[in-house]
């Protein structure tokens, strides 16, 4: 598999070092100013043909799965039951629930405690909106993905990699039906 074979975005910003993100399934070098991106692919070779290899394979397993359909009324109320459910088990409170469409992720939680859920997880299955629930939701408790966040997390759920690898595999299903 060749790099320039495969499709990727360059955007140059001012900034230190360069960094490549997968935010959105597609490879974006973002690089600093005046930074040639093939120096980029000379020392990051091998890190970034993981990436594609793991892209790729998100790609090939997201072909087999099935998005549900919910209606707008169904998936809110299993939002707010998860929501209601995970704050009485962690004993924590939040401000608000936001519903939106979002493009780079699945929902996220400001440091004002307000929810943001993404209107494109209603196709997921109920065990991963569960999850992204309580993922955001253990933000409450610690901001970061350090240490600590990610064993809260493992106490209550043990096979968390697995399901973020799922998501990111749903992640470019629902692509599709963005782009509709
Ligand atoms: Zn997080």
Redesign the pocket.
């Known amino acids: 598999m060749a790099l320039n074979n495969y499709s990727y975005k360059v955007s140059y910003r001012d900034i230190k070092y360069p960094r490549v993100e997968l935010k959105t399934g597609k490879l974006l070098f973002v690089l600093p100013f005046g930074y040639r991106p093939n120096i980029i692919y000379g020392r990051n070779k091998s890190w970034i043909y993981k990436k594609i290899n793991f892209i790729e394979e998100c790609l090939t397993k997201a072909e087999s799965k099935e998005l549900i359909e919910r209606s707008k009324e169904e998936f809110e109320k299993l939002i707010y039951n998860a929501v209601k459910e995970i704050i009485d088990d962690l004993k924590i409170e939040i401000n608000h629930i936001y519903f939106r469409k979002m493009k780079t992720k699945w929902a996220s ?1 400001s440091s004002f405690k307000n929810l943001t859920v993404n209107r494109f997880m209603k196709y997921l299955p109920k065990y991963l909106i569960d999850y992204i629930i309580f ?2 939701l ?2 409450v408790i610690e901001r970061k ?1 350090n240490n600590r ?1 990610w064993e809260i997390v493992e106490e209550r759920c043990k096979n968390y990699r697995k399901l973020e690898k799922e998501l990111f595999e749903y992640w470019f299903k629902v692509s599709d039906k963005r782009s509709i």
Do not use: G, K, N, S
């Open positions: 939680l993922h955001e253990v933000h993905h966040f």
